[in-house]
């Protein structure tokens, strides 16, 4: 793997971790473009993922700062007796909130682990989960304007989310905009519902990075290898930056619509490809 393939992979994982398009989807279709095999670049993907988590931790750097702090006080309010105080303490219940969205996807990563990888091995597979995704943000440019923050959340609404979160491990299908369609079919605000899909996305990434690492540190690497993977994780940064800011704008102002043709187009083509010439 050289250079411009490092820089094309970041590039892809970057935009397509945070804009609903789906990075898993859109990386498979490279790697076998490329004819590069996973176990080749195992290590290197984990490490695209870390890239793209350094973007969200630039972008809400302050929001995550809150959240430790909150997690600290809680703890101690917790050992003193106090209990939880979730309605008191917004910043606490955001915490708990995606602790709440998190588990279902864990849940549903580790029990079908298996089933998630063999759809890897089909670019018809992958075919549909675009279409799906499209499907998704077509729907969610018609759900109506609503007023839930953090305040009127509740326990199902996470727990919803992080079941199509976890839906979304399915190669092809968008981890941001099934997680952005549920934050509004539950009737949160464009806003927040798009805060709260980028902030669950960090256990999430980082727990895929702790699964996949043994496996990929254990593939080893070649050191040849060492400045492309920095590049890749570099532009994967840089990108998922741009990506996050761009998606916040095109929520808001309901255009996701864009994303919906674009999605549909490669899956037919992925779709036709797998039928037809794979």
Not at 4 to 27: D, R, W
Not at 94 to 120: C, E, R
Not at 123 to 134: D, E, H
Request: charged share 15%.
């Amino acid at each position: 793997m050289g250079y411009i393939e490092a820089i094309i992979l970041g590039l892809v994982q970057g935009l397509a971790e945070f804009l609903p398009v789906s990075s898993s989807g859109h990386l498979a279709l490279l790697q076998y473009f490329f004819d590069v095999k996973e176990d080749q670049v195992l290590l290197f993907t984990v490490l695209l993922h870390v890239g793209t988590l350094i973007s969200v931790f630039i972008i809400y750097w302050q929001d995550i700062w809150e959240l430790l702090k909150e997690l600290a006080l809680t703890i101690r309010d917790l050992c003193t007796g106090k209990g939880l105080q979730l309605q008191e303490r917004p910043v606490r219940k955001l915490g708990v909130m995606i602790i709440v969205a998190t588990i279902p996807t864990a849940l549903i990563g580790l029990l079908f682990q298996d089933f998630f990888n063999g759809l890897y091995l089909s670019l018809v597979s992958i075919g549909i989960g675009f279409l799906i995704t499209g499907f998704l943000m077509f729907f969610a440019e018609r759900i109506g304007a609503a007023s839930k923050g953090i305040e009127r959340m509740n326990f199902r609404n996470a727990i919803f989310v992080g079941v199509l979160q976890g839906i979304a491990i399915c190669p092809g299908i968008s981890r941001s905009g099934s997680t952005l369609v549920g934050g509004l079919i539950t009737g949160l605000r464009r806003d927040f519902a798009v805060k709260f899909a980028f902030l669950i996305s960090i256990p999430s990434i980082l727990g895929s990075v702790v699964l996949e690492l043994p496996a990929a540190v254990e593939s080893g690497i070649d050191t040849s290898f060492l400045g492309p993977i920095a590049a890749g994780m570099i532009v994967a940064a840089v990108s998922g930056f741009i990506a996050i800011k761009t998606m916040i704008k095109v929520v808001t102002s309901k255009k996701l619509s864009y994303f919906s043709y674009y999605v549909w187009i490669l899956g037919l083509f992925t779709v036709g490809y797998g039928i037809f010439f794979a």
